[in-house]
């Protein structure tokens, strides 16, 4: 049964940088390609982008140039970066398979100084 | 990218009702649709892809039909453990949006 989860800092000052790393478990991250989703307090879900295991990237135009994911084929990991955060940037971020199958229990990400 | 809308925002139900949702796409997405089921503080769960196929491990009484731009999720007999908020999502396109949800309550 394969695995997600979410790891990385819990509070992000604002104007930096939120790093992000989802390890997948239970199976071959080659086998699948993967997504970031997040979630505000009380919010719907926003879909941010997705990768696949060539490596190649979709992002959400709404993210602009701020968001960057990167795959860890070695590592079993994806991982997600988005630059010059502001408060509107506090969610839930949740790795996924891109089927939609498979998820990570989420890690919220507060913005705040 | 297609937006897609939901209808109600939110209903209240007895247990053994049953339960229909709408999606709404703003373009023609075939059967490019997913329903997810979400409870608090849990990540959402897969119920329904390609607008009717069935995930597996989800109960029966959960499905789905439509095609184009108008989709529904049918609970046939509502559980305990199905009050929760319902999404759908669109995977036609490059990036991947979602409905904002229905919930689900009891009445």
């Known amino acids: 049964q394969v695995q997600l989860q979410e790891s990385g800092p819990g509070l992000v000052k604002p104007s930096e940088t939120l790093s992000l790393t989802c390890t997948v478990s239970?199976?071959?991250?080659?086998?699948?390609?993967w997504a970031w989703i997040r979630q505000s307090a009380g919010k719907g879900l926003e879909w941010l982008g997705r990768?696949?295991?060539?490596?190649?990237?979709n992002y959400n135009p709404s993210l602009k140039s701020r968001i960057t994911m990167s795959i860890d084929t070695s590592k079993n990991q994806f991982s997600l970066q988005l630059n010059s955060v502001t408060a509107a940037d506090t969610a839930v971020y949740y790795c996924?398979?891109?089927?939609?199958?498979?998820w990570g229990p989420g890690t919220l990400v507060t913005v705040s100084s | 990218d297609p937006q897609m809308t939901q209808s109600p925002s939110s209903l209240s139900a007895s247990v053994g009702d049953r339960v229909t949702i709408t999606c709404r796409a703003s373009?023609?997405?075939?059967?490019?649709l997913n329903w997810y089921q979400q409870k608090p503080g849990k990540a959402p769960n897969l119920l329904i892809y390609?607008?009717?196929s069935l995930q597996g491990g989800v109960p029966s009484r959960f499905s789905g039909s439509g095609s184009g731009t108008d989709f529904t999720l049918t609970i046939s007999s509502l559980q305990p453990e199905d009050f929760a908020t319902y999404f759908c999502?669109?995977?036609?396109?490059?990036?991947?949006?979602f409905g904002p949800g229905t919930t689900v309550d009891i009445k």
């Open positions: 996924s398979s891109l089927s939609g199958g498979y």
């Open positions: 239970g199976g071959s991250i080659s086998a699948y390609s």
């Open positions: 990768i696949y295991n060539s490596g190649s990237t």
């Open positions: 373009q023609t997405i075939g059967t490019y």
């Open positions: 390609g607008a009717s």
């Open positions: 999502q669109q995977t036609f396109s490059s990036v991947f949006t």
